[in-house]
């Protein structure tokens, strides 16, 4: 019922940058956060960030001060600008989106297929 799908992974050098978007879309009466994760090969699949409707901001401490995630209402979609990436960074990332489908308050999660990010030394 709900789709979302992310875009902008790639191949950069360390230090540069890219810009991941997420795009919800489907039946969705409103979205209540929409948030980031990673999965870097052997690794657990780990929080990056995630901001709610309100704008308030939360990032892993691996991240704060070279990410900044970002939100489009109009658009239900979620931005995640990666700067001085490091080889570290590798990994598949993922968007997630808590929304609601209707009028009723329950909240329903929901994950992207994920997109590589490859941050070369």
């Known amino acids: 019922q709900v789709q979302l799908v992310e875009s902008g992974g790639g191949l950069v050098q360390a230090g540069g940058s890219l810009r991941l978007s997420c795009e919800a879309s489907?039946?969705?009466?409103?979205?209540?956060?929409m948030g980031w994760y990673r999965q870097a090969p052997g690794k657990q699949r780990e929080l990056v960030a995630t901001?709610?409707?309100?704008?308030?901001?939360n990032y892993a401490d691996s991240v704060k001060g070279r990410f900044t995630i970002s939100r489009d209402n109009a658009k239900n979609t979620a931005y995640l600008q990666m700067n001085s990436l490091k080889p570290e960074d590798t990994a598949v990332y993922y968007c997630?989106?808590?929304?609601?489908?209707?009028?009723?308050?329950?909240?329903?999660?929901?994950w992207g297929r994920g997109t590589q990010v490859t941050v070369s030394s």
């Open positions: 997630n989106v808590k929304v609601q489908l209707s009028a009723d308050a329950t909240l329903y999660m929901y």
């Open positions: 489907g039946s969705i009466f409103s979205i209540n956060a």
């Open positions: 901001i709610i409707s309100g704008r308030s901001t």
